[in-house]
T-cell receptor
Framework: NAGVTQTPKFRILKIGQSMTLQCAQD?????MYWYRQDPGMGLKLIYY???????DKGEVPNGYNVSRSTTEDFPLRLELAAPSQTSVYFC???????????FGPGTRLTVL | GNSVTQMEGPVTLSEEAFLTINCTYT??????LFWYVQYPGEGLQLLLK?????DKGSNKGFEATYRKETTSFHLEKGSVQVSDSAVYFC?????????FGTGTSLTVIP
């Protein structure tokens, strides 16, 4: 049981490049989330999903896209990277929306 | 709206000292309250939670009591260890979404 896994762990992008952050969970959780964590700040919700095929915007969705074709996977897409997207990105999942969220180890992204 | 306010850090304590990290919240309805811990280089892990007023969550020597009258959920530990050095996040959940505080960094020195 691996829990929530994220790849890559680190990435440096140039302005305007695109990339996909991968997230997978093997706990059969319906709910999945993407957060970003900026230095000295709390976590901000980017997008979330309540099940395969269903996604919705969180607090800071601009510049990102998501898809949820399976229960297990919830990739986050950055289309045109900007320096403001330099952050640590965490994926999380939960069985119910009000219950404990399980977090992945994070992806540290730098946009130069 | 919903929000969480934590005491600012960083906090530095000597081993075996008493720890308090303050957390207050604003919420509509009846939220559940959580403390998460983040060790260096890792994701957040649930430390403890409380789902209704006057509930006390506890784990690994840490405790927090859900105080509705003061809208608070302060984290306490009687005797901290070096291994407790981490960032601590207070959070609330309204049933749909989590709201996290900004985190409090704790360093425990031998």
């Amino acid at each position: 049981n691996a829990g929530v896994t994220q790849t890559p762990k680190f990435r440096i992008l140039k302005i305007g490049q695109s990339m996909t952050l991968q997230c997978a969970q093997d706990m059969n959780h319906n709910y999945m989330y993407w957060y970003r964590q900026d230095p000295g700040m709390g976590l901000k919700l980017i997008y979330y999903s309540v099940g395969a095929g269903i996604t919705d915007k969180g607090e800071v969705p601009n510049g990102y896209n998501v898809s949820r074709s399976t229960t297990e996977d919830f990739p986050l897409r950055l289309e045109l990277a900007a320096p403001s997207q330099t952050s640590v990105y965490f994926c999380a999942s939960s069985y119910y929306p009000g219950e404990e969220q399980f977090f992945g180890p994070g992806t540290r992204l730098t946009v130069l | 709206g919903n929000s969480v306010t934590q005491m600012e850090g960083p906090v530095t304590l000597s081993e075996e000292a008493f720890l308090t990290i303050n957390c207050t919240y604003t919420a509509t309805g009846y939220p559940s309250l959580f403390w998460y811990v983040q060790y260096p280089g890792e994701g957040l892990q649930l430390l403890l939670k409380a789902t209704k007023a006057d509930d006390k969550g506890s784990n690994k020597g840490f405790e927090a009591t859900y105080r509705k009258e003061t809208t608070s959920f302060h984290l306490e530990k009687g005797s901290v260890q070096v291994s407790d050095s981490a960032v601590y996040f207070c959070a609330l959940n309204t049933g749909n979404q989590f709201y996290f505080g900004t985190g409090t960094s704790l360093t425990v020195i031998p």
